[in-house]
């Protein structure tokens, strides 16, 4: 699955968790749109990699929204950096050793667990753990819509009424012909909106990766 997904799907694993032992989770319902399947065996292998985005927050009590740019790097070990913000602001690298975030340009570098509560969400999906398409289908309602010729629009809507407070529905945009996740958003319980362009996926070098991974 591609590493994007995963920022939200942490929603999902914590749902599961979140039951009662003695309460049945949902079923799985109808296996999901062929998009979804192709794009999934895409990134099966993918090379290290970095992918540039522009997130939109809006908000319903401020007039404007709030954007900002950032990267993410990606490698096939499972190791990571991601960051926000131009300057960048704020970092969070994951190596071979130890999971830590610099939360701004002069702040020190914190070493953090990775099931701190502020940051498993990118550990989860930067790190490479992924829900399964069950999964998806056990906790979603998934639909698919042509939004554009070529494009496909996914729509994921969370079917227990305690995520549905936090999540209200994902869109994710895909090219047909590149498999490649041109947007996310997602509408969160509170009326707030977060949108996230995808820029083309770059290459890496293990030159780069070992500078990208270092303090």
Known sequence: ????????????MASSAAYPQAVTLPKPDAPLPPIMLAWAEAQKGM????????????????????????R??????????????????????HDAKEFRVRESADAPWQVLAEDDPRYRMWARFLSGR??????????FLVKEAEDSPGVATVTLRPKAPFIRRYLR?????????SKRLLQLRAIQGDGATVLMLFGEPKAVSASDKAKLLAR
Not at 1 to 12: D, Q, W
Not at 72 to 93: I, K, N, S, Y
């Open 130 to 139: 992924e829900a399964s398409p069950e999964d998806l289908t056990r906790h």
């Open 72 to 93: 993410f790097w990606r490698f096939q070990d499972g190791a990571f950096r991601w960051e926000l913000g131009t300057p960048v602001a704020a970092v969070l690298v």
């Open 169 to 177: 529905q994902l869109d994710l945009q895909i090219s047909h012909e």
């Open 47 to 70: 090379a290290d990699m970095e992918v540039a985005f522009q997130q939109t927050r809006t908000i319903p009590a401020l007039k404007k929204p709030v954007t900002a740019a950032g």
């Open 1 to 12: 699955m591609n590493p994007i997904i995963r920022l939200f799907l942490l929603l999902l």
